[in-house]
């Protein structure tokens, strides 16, 4: 069994290693100018190619199939148990509150999502939407999500502490970056308002 402080020093190191790959990213990508590479949908593919040059269509495709694969890992192991426990706990609408009795899966919630996965698959197999644009929404939801993990971080860890301070600079970016997303930014702002309205009607 591992102690408290043992786990707390791994969180630790992990808050030091990201906060650190992702500063020095954002210096590359700064001092190389591949933000204003109009040839690439990411500046990190700008980046491998600059690096690796030709066999950078490689590499990207082994980033893009394992980020893919952490993301659907991540969606189904993750968020599967986020809308079990708000189906359990009553937080969704009685309709969608229903529990499987026999495999115990909220099952009218999982319908729901299921039928909007369909409607977006069909939508992007008949229509040829600009991506770069629909990208700006879920992007501007993490913006916002990063600024609160990081503001949690400033009530959780010690005050002035390089945790703190990494937390504090990380908080500071996160929200130039989010006001510069310009009108993109009141989407995560205007989903919170309705769920917190939601919230509030059901007490």
């Known amino acids: 069994m591992y102690s408290n402080n043992s786990i707390l020093s791994n969180y630790k190191f992990i808050s030091h290693f990201v906060s650190i790959v992702y500063i020095s990213l954002s210096f590359v990508t700064i001092g190389t100018n591949t933000y204003n590479d109009t040839h690439s949908f990411t500046f990190l ?40 426990n708000a189906a ?47 990208l700006k929404f879920p992007g501007s939801v993490f913006s916002f999500s990063y600024i609160i993990a990081m503001a949690c971080g400033l009530k959780l860890f010690d005050k002035y502490s390089l945790t703190w301070i990494l937390s504090s600079s990380s908080l500071i970016v996160c929200c130039i970056l989010f006001v510069l ?23």
């Not at 030709?54 to 968020?79: E, N, P, Q, R, V």
């Not at 999502?113 to 939508?123: D, R």
């Open 45 to 84: 593919s700008s980046l491998i190619s600059l690096s690796f040059g030709k066999t950078s269509g490689y590499i990207i495709a082994f980033l893009t199939i394992l980020i893919t694969f952490c993301s659907i890992h991540s969606c189904i192991s993750g968020f599967s148990r986020v809308i079990y």
């Open 181 to 203: 997303g310009g009108l993109f930014s009141l989407f995560p702002i205007i989903l919170s308002g309705v769920g917190y309205i939601y919230i509030s009607t059901k007490k």
């Open 88 to 134: 359990r706990s009553g937080i969704f609408p009685r309709a969608l509150s229903k529990i499987h009795e026999k495999y115990n899966t909220p099952i009218n919630a999982l319908l729901f999502l299921g039928c909007g996965f369909t409607i977006v698959l069909l939508f992007f197999s008949f229509i040829s939407p600009d991506l770069n644009l629909i």
